[in-house]
C-alpha cells in the first residue's frame, strides 16, 4: 500500500511503518480513520498528540489553555472529515510537575468538549517524565469527506484568515506581545459545523490546516494525485500578519476544502460570521505539486518533527 | 457523576477529573468506552498508554516484543467487554535513540494485530524525549459486558494460569532468568474469542486483569456495587508460582468473569486450550470488598503509578 502522503522526514517515517504493516494497515492517510460497522452509519475516529516542549510551550499557554489545544487539534480532524462528534477519550501522560495543575487541564479539556458539544467517553492517565496528551475522537458521518476526492478543475476554499497563529508563535518566541494573535494561537476553533455545512454544499475533499496551508494542500493533492495552483492575493489574512507568513502558519485548525460546485460565500459567511474564499483551482492530474502565485514558498514548507 | 473505581491514588486522581468534568464525562470507569452510532451496533473503544521505564524496559524486552505488548494491552480492553475488534489507532512518541529501531517496533505491533485478527486504521508520530505508545482499539459488539453487571450469589471465573507475569518480573529485576516464564511476560495474549465465547454463555460482567487479579476484582466489585469472596486454592497458578504473587500479579491479560448460571468447564477448555476455573463468589450487595480465603492480600495489592 502507498500512502498518499506529502513530502518530508516525519512522512517519511510513516510510509516506512506503512509498508512494513503491508495489507494490515489500511487507509492511511487521511485526517481520519473510517469503518462502517457491521450495521449502520461510519465511525470516523483519529488520535492526535501533544507533546509539552515539542506541540505547546507552557511560558506561553496556561495549562486550561494547554488541555484547550490538545482537545481542539483532535477535534479539527473531524471537522476536517465533515464528521459529528461523538465523544473523545483522552490519555494524559502526567509528570510530576504537572501533578497540581492537572484540574486546570481538565477545565480546559472541558472547555474544548463544550465548543464542538461532545462527550468524554474515557481515557488514561499514567506517568511519565514529560506531560503530552493523546486525545482519540470519534465522530460519525454518512459519507465523510476523504482527502483524495479532488479532480481537475474543482474549486479550492478556505474559510476564516490565516497567518494570525504563525506569526503570534513568532511574536512570542522573539519575546514580544502576540496581541489580538494571542487568541488565534491559544483559543483555536474547530470548524465542526462549518465542515459539515460544506459537505452539505456539495465539497469532494477537505484537510485541517495543522501543518500550513501549503503544506496540508500538498496532502490532499497528494491524496487526490492531483496539482493545484492558489493566487497569494486571494487569500484572506489575520490583520498584522503577511502571505510569506500565512501560506506556511501552523495550526490554524481552518480547513481547504475542494468543490467541484460553486460554493455560496456569502451563504456560509452568514451562517458562520467568518469569509470563506475561493483561493484557487485543481488544475489537472498530477503527482501533488501545489504552485502559488504571487509568492515564494520553500519547497518543504510545512512543521516536520523528524526532519534535521 | 460518581465513578465505580477501585481504591489507589491513581483513581483517585481519575475520579477527580472526572468530578472536573462533571455531565461531560460519561460511562467512565469500564474497560472502554462505548457509543452506540444513530444507527448500528455499539462501538467500543479504549485508549492504553505505555511509556518506556514505566510500563517496559528495554532491557527486558526486544523493540519487536514492545510492540507487541503495548497493542496487546489496548485489546484486552475489548476482550473484557466481548467486543470483535475492528482496528487499532497507534500513537507513538519516538525519542532520537528509538528511531532505528522503529521498524523492528512495527513488526511487533504488526503480530499483535494478526494475532487479533484486525487491522491499523491511524495513528500518530511525534517526536518526544521518551518512546511511547497510546493505542487506541476500535471494536464492535451488539451488548458490550460491562464491569458493573455482577450480582449477589454469581460465579466468579478466571481463565488460564496465574502469576507467570508476576513472577517472571520479580526475577527479571533480580537479575535471574525468567526461563519458562518469560513467554507470559514478553507475549501475553488478550483474549478476544474467550471474552466473546463468555459472554455468550451468559456473563455479566467482566474486567481484564492488568492491576492483578484482587485489584481488578476490586474494581469490577465496585462497579457492580457488591462484595465478593474468592479461595485462594482455586487459582490455577503457572508452574514456578506462588499464590500470594498470583493474586497481586498484573498485566496478565486474563479475564474475570462473573456469571449467574454456571458455565461448562469442559467445553471453554476444549475451545481454547487453556483452563477455566471457578474461584469463587460474589456474596452480596456491598462496597467493593473482594476478601481472599486462605491466604494474605495488601488492603491496596496491585499497580499505581501515582502511589508513593
Redesign the interface.
Known amino acids: 500500500m502507498t500512502i498518499p502522503l506529502g513530502p518530508g522526514a516525519?512522512f517519511d517515517?510513516?510510509r516506512?511503518?506503512v509498508e512494513?504493516?503491508?495489507p494490515?494497515?489500511?487507509?492511511?492517510g487521511?485526517d481520519?480513520?473510517?469503518?462502517r460497522?457491521?450495521?449502520?452509519?461510519s465511525?470516523v475516529?483519529?488520535?492526535?498528540?501533544s507533546?509539552e516542549?515539542?506541540?505547546f510551550d507552557s511560558a506561553w499557554l496556561s495549562p486550561r489553555e494547554i488541555g484547550y489545544r490538545a482537545v481542539t487539534a483532535a477535534l479539527s480532524d473531524l471537522a476536517a472529515m465533515g464528521a459529528r462528534p461523538?465523544?473523545i477519550?483522552v490519555?494524559i501522560?502526567?509528570s510530576e510537575n504537572w501533578?497540581h495543575k492537572?484540574?486546570n487541564i481538565?477545565?480546559g479539556?472541558?472547555d474544548a468538549?463544550?465548543a464542538a458539544q461532545t462527550?468524554?467517553?474515557?481515557?488514561?492517565?499514567?506517568?511519565?517524565?514529560?506531560l503530552?496528551f493523546?486525545t482519540?475522537v470519534?465522530g460519525?458521518a454518512f459519507e465523510p469527506l476523504r482527502r483524495s476526492g479532488a479532480m481537475p478543475g474543482d474549486r479550492v476554499y478556505v474559510p476564516g484568515r490565516l497567518g494570525g497563529v504563525g506569526e503570534a508563535l513568532r511574536r512570542l518566541k522573539a519575546g514580544e506581545s502576540a496581541a489580538h494573535l494571542r487568541e488565534r494561537f491559544a483559543k483555536p476553533t474547530a470548524r465542526l459545523e462549518e465542515g459539515r455545512w460544506l459537505a452539505g454544499a456539495g465539497v469532494n475533499a477537505a484537510i485541517d490546516i495543522s501543518d500550513g496551508l501549503v503544506a496540508d494542500l500538498r496532502h490532499l493533492a497528494a491524496a487526490s494525485a492531483v496539482d493545484i495552483e492558489i493566487s497569494a492575493d486571494r487569500i484572506v489574512l489575520m490583520p498584522g500578519t503577511d502571505i510569506e507568513g500565512a501560506l506556511v502558519s501552523g495550526e490554524e485548525y481552518e480547513l481547504a476544502v475542494t468543490s467541484p460546485k460553486t460554493i455560496d460565500l456569502r451563504a456560509f459567511e452568514t451562517a458562520f460570521g467568518i469569509p470563506l474564499t475561493e483561493i484557487g483551482r485543481v488544475i489537472a492530474r498530477g503527482t501533488g505539486n501545489v504552485g502559488v502565485i504571487g509568492a515564494r514558498v520553500a519547497a518543504r514548507a510545512g512543521h516536520d518533527?523528524?526532519s534535521r
Open positions: 516525519e517515517l510513516i516506512s511503518l512494513r504493516w503491508g494490515r494497515a489500511r487507509g492511511i487521511d481520519a480513520a473510517v469503518f460497522p457491521t450495521r449502520g452509519d465511525i475516529a483519529s488520535v492526535d498528540a507533546v516542549g515539542r506541540h461523538r465523544g477519550l490519555a501522560a502526567l501533578q492537572l484540574l481538565a477545565n479539556i472541558g468538549v463544550d462527550v468524554i467517553l474515557g481515557g488514561n492517565l499514567s506517568a511519565a517524565r514529560e503530552s493523546t482519540t470519534f460519525e518533527h523528524f
